[in-house]
């Protein structure tokens, strides 16, 4: 029998032809990452203090006040209700700027000079986030600090053999309560590049690995 024509293999085409077969495939598995200054720009709560979450349990002291004087815990809309003051947002805020923005409305009602507030956290319940997808141990977590992509890969036993570790993407909820995907190259991360992506996950981050 005469074969009269093969299908090329690897191994079979020309050195050039086989780098461009390879970058191609690389390209397939990695799509383009955004630049570093992507990166840059999300919240790191760990230079700003404590960010309120959901489920927190707080402490409202209006001084020699006890009407107004209230322990609360975050609605899951990320809300809080206090005497005069009424509904107000506290998720994404921290401690100091719940502060100021109650102190804000209260002063309507009251001399604030007079009658300084304080907000102390007295229960943190809301820092969580979900890991799913191809790693070992795909659930939700509730750490007492604050962690990593790397962290919460950590956490999740790390990725299966399966994952396509260049193509995770975090799903971040804004301040205005869109969602928007910040992808991440676990890759790059594994091999010490791209730091800027380690970014910190927040309270309500989904980790998907495909």
């Known amino acids: 029998m005469v074969v009269l024509w093969q299908a090329p293999t690897r191994d079979t085409l020309p050195p050039m032809l086989r780098v461009a077969l390879l970058l191609a495939l690389a390209v397939g598995c990695c799509p383009p990452i955004w630049k570093k200054d992507r990166y840059m720009g999300e919240p790191d709560p760990r230079k700003t ?35 005069l003051a009424g509904e107000i947002e506290a998720a994404g805020l921290t401690v100091n700027e ?28 809301g820092y969580k986030f979900t890991v799913t997808g191809k790693v070992e141990r795909p659930g939700t977590f509730a750490p007492k600090d604050y962690v990593t992509v790397m962290d919460a890969v950590g956490l999740a036993g790390g990725l299966t053999r399966f994952a396509d570790a260049c193509a995770s993407v975090i799903i971040r909820r804004a301040k205005d309560g869109t969602q928007y995907k910040v992808p991440i190259n676990c890759e790059l991360l594994k091999n010490g590049d791209m ?15 495909p």
Do not use: H
């Not at 959901?54 to 209700?81: A, C, F, H, M, Q």
């Not at 002063?107 to 604030?112: K, L, W």
């Not at 730091?195 to 690995?209: C, K, P, S, T, W």
């Open 195 to 209: 730091l800027e992506m380690n970014v910190v996950m927040l309270g309500g981050d989904i980790l998907m690995v």
């Open 49 to 83: 203090g404590y960010v309120i979450q959901p489920t927190d349990y707080l402490s409202i002291e209006v001084w020699k006040n006890n009407d107004l004087t209230k322990k609360v815990r975050v609605r899951p809309d990320g809300r809080i209700t206090l005497p």
């Open 98 to 125: 719940l502060r100021d923005k109650i102190a804000k409305k209260l002063c309507q009602f009251i001399q604030c000079g007079e009658a300084p507030i304080a907000v102390n956290l007295l229960q943190v319940a």
